[in-house]
């Protein structure tokens, strides 16, 4: 900058030489399989089961029709909580088509976290499977029923009632749907995806058509996707990685989606990609790294790999690297941003450099604005200097459900959409994410916030006070500790304090550490100083190595 003009302002809007979509999901749908015909749409790979783009196409709308013959219709919530399946596309496409909104459900949820989102969302249906790995959903949904009024149906993936709604769709009349589906807006929402909450609980983002398609559509762009593309999903339907950037990003291109596991599995994932000749492999860091640590990853062949997605948390340097080089992904991207914007709001380009690709989050998305301003203030910071990333345009949800104190909180009068992280952008327009305003916990690609644990923790008989931090991991990027102190004359051990969180939290929240302390550090106004947790903890549990992680 010449010495005298004003500072560059860190703002800067995606430039397009595309429009943005305007159709509903199921609308864009059936435009893609005009154009696509016999395509292979879906493939499942832990039962051998394939579906071209007609056939994906009958299968939704035979999921439509079949929950609108049991009373579902526009606006009503329907849950689902089930690993990745086929039936879990099916049900995302065919509630789209109703104009239903699909509350999507986290696998790892227990029954606490399960009776908060039906309760909170109103879910009248729920599309569940009967288990997964150690997790009785029969079970657990029989626990909490009695706490949803407005739950009124279960339907078990597989059993007779789930294969009675799917034979009722297919006998149902297709142009009755088609006439239902002219009448939905894409401005109109069809998802809730739940966030853990600093209040304790999590928040539901409530999104559109417009959000999930457009976004889906510009980050498989990103990847240059056309139909010749067959991309491994492995991560997460529950979630905007999935469902959104995986699912709609297929679609929205005629490429084809392979679902390699219900669960992620490092040597499944690597399996399909080699079978199914994938294209292009999803994931976040973790699944990445443990992807090479396989003993036999040599022996796989992936040679036809040419891109992919690495987002969810900050990307080590050695791991994209290695993925590069060794699994042959020279165009992977990355990708920045957060459920409350459908989720991406930058990525890097296939073309950036390593170090571009390694040590910023790219530039921002086609058709958004993004600026970083001064948390206190308000106002836009020079290019080069920290200060909070926000973002607007289309992808930004339409707010939390039911809860507009909640959504005043993190969309402003001008509609943008403060994310409460620490951001630089750079002369470029390349921005990196330095830290976190909030405490937000981010393990393995999963975001935590430390409220909801303590909260939690407190109902524990034994315990007093408590404070929960990140620490640093070398495998999952941040682990959880919690700092406990206990009731006058109560004793307890860190195993129990596991075990009691495991009955009803997600796995992913419960601290692989417990700390037993007297007193938290504290500001001399009584402020806790998690800071200085932090490094109390990584000094005390010999953490140092995992500080030296580059991100």
């Not at 395509?39 to 994906?56: I, K, M, Q």
């Not at 909450?197 to 240059?224: D, I, Q, R, W």
């Not at 909030?438 to 999963?446: L, N, Q, S, T, Y």
Request: charged letters at 20%; one cysteine or more; glycine letters at 10%.
């Amino acid at each position: 900058m010449t010495p005298g003009q004003p500072a560059v302002p860190s703002y800067t809007s995606g430039t397009a030489t595309l429009p943005l979509l305007g159709d509903t999901i199921g609308a864009n749908l059936e435009r893609t399989v005009a154009r696509v015909g016999d395509h292979e749409a879906l493939v499942e790979c832990a039962t051998g089961r394939r579906w071209s783009y007609p056939e994906l196409l009958a299968e939704v709308d035979a999921c439509a029709l079949g929950l609108a013959a049991r009373g579902v219709r526009k606006g009503d919530r329907v849950g689902i909580w089930s690993p990745n399946c086929a039936e879990w596309v099916f049900t995302q496409y065919g509630t789209a088509k109703l104009g239903a909104i699909l509350v999507t459900i986290n696998p790892a949820y227990r029954t606490h976290e399960l009776a908060y989102v039906l309760r909170q969302a109103g879910v009248s249906v729920l599309v569940a499977a009967p288990s997964f790995r150690t997790s009785d959903y029969r079970g657990m949904v029989a626990e909490v029923r009695g706490e949803c009024p407005d739950l009124r149906e279960v339907v078990f993936l597989g059993d007779e009632a789930w294969e009675q709604l799917l034979a009722t769709g297919r006998a149902g009349d297709r142009g009755l749907l088609a006439e239902q589906t002219a009448q939905l807006s894409a401005d109109e929402p069809i998802n809730i995806q739940y966030t853990s909450g600093t209040t304790g609980f999590p928040k539901g983002a409530t999104l559109t058509h417009h959000n999930l398609l457009n976004n889906g559509f510009f980050v498989a762009e990103g990847c240059h996707y056309t139909e010749a593309d067959r991309v491994c999903i492995p991560v997460p339907y529950y979630h905007c990685f999935g469902m959104g950037m995986g699912n709609l990003g297929c679609t929205s291109h005629g490429a084809t989606i392979v679902i390699p596991a219900p669960g992620f599995d490092p040597a499944l994932t690597l399996q399909a990609v080699q079978d199914e000749r994938c294209t292009s492999l999803y994931g976040v860091p973790t699944m990445f790294i443990a992807e090479l640590a396989l003993p036999t990853f040599a022996d796989y062949d992936l040679s036809s790999l040419r891109t992919g997605i690495m987002a969810g948390s900050p990307c080590p340097v050695e791991v994209m690297k290695r993925v590069v080089t060794e699994m042959g992904m020279t165009e992977v991207t990355i990708c920045y941003g957060m459920t409350e914007t459908s989720p991406v709001s930058t990525q890097t380009g296939a073309d950036d450099d390593l170090d571009r690709r390694t040590a910023t989050v790219g530039r921002v998305h086609p058709h958004l604005e993004v600026k970083v301003v001064d948390p206190i203030t308000g106002l836009t910071v020079p290019r080069g200097e920290t200060g909070e990333f926000c973002t607007r345009g289309y992808s930004v949800m339409l707010g939390y459900w039911d809860d507009p104190e909640k959504t005043a909180e993190v969309i402003d009068a001008a509609r943008w959409m403060h994310t409460g992280d620490l951001a630089v952008m750079d002369a470029d327009g390349y921005l990196n994410i330095v830290g976190r305003m909030k405490d937000m916990v981010i393990r393995g690609g999963e975001n935590v916030y430390p409220r909801e644990i303590e909260e939690f923790l407190y109902t524990h008989p034994q315990v007093a006070d408590v404070q929960v931090i990140g620490v640093p991991d070398q495998r999952y990027g941040e682990e959880l500790c919690a700092w406990v102190r206990l009731k006058d004359g109560a004793t307890t051990t860190e195993d129990e304090v596991r075990a009691y969180c495991r009955e009803q939290l997600a796995h992913y929240k419960i601290p692989r550490y417990v700390l037993f302390v007297d007193e938290f550090p504290m500001t001399i106004t009584g402020k806790i100083q998690k800071f200085k947790m932090r490094e109390v903890t990584v000094e005390r549990l010999g953490l140092h190595a995992a500080t030296t992680r580059t991100a």
